[in-house]
């Protein structure tokens, strides 16, 4: 194939002790694990506020994509976990603060639980560099 494919390292990594790498850079493409309301600490922020969780969760996309050379700006597709899709309108209003026209593909699912049982939202997203 050709493509030169890197992990995308950060440090202190919260999802270390998961076994999970937070991203690969695959030629000018960005993947990113799932990204939640986890502090660089490894402590959950926001506890059931789905607002401070969701603040923290954009927080660390942006800490990993800039660890790839990448940015909000560059994000082509987002992928949206809700453990209660009454949040929905949120993320809506969240769309339009953290990204812009034209905004990035998209796809939200609720789901019954998360990774950890604390976590109210998952996001992973495929950016370019």
Do not use: H
């Amino acid at each position: 194939m050709g493509e030169k494919v890197v992990p995308i390292a950060i440090d202190p990594d919260p999802l270390a002790p998961y076994a999970i790498c937070p991203g690969w850079k695959v030629g000018d493409l960005v993947f990113l694990s799932g990204q939640a309301a986890i502090a660089e600490d490894g402590t959950i922020v926001g506890g059931d506020d789905f607002d401070l969780q969701l603040g923290q969760t954009m927080a660390n996309i942006e800490r990993v994509l800039q660890a790839a050379e990448s940015d909000m700006s560059k994000v082509v597709k987002v992928t949206i976990y809700l453990k209660d899709m009454a949040n929905f309108p949120k993320i809506v209003d969240a769309r339009k603060k953290y990204f812009t026209p034209p905004y990035p593909a998209d796809t939200i699912v609720e789901v019954s639980s998360l990774a950890l049982p604390e976590l109210l939202v998952e996001i992973d997203v495929i950016a370019t560099t």
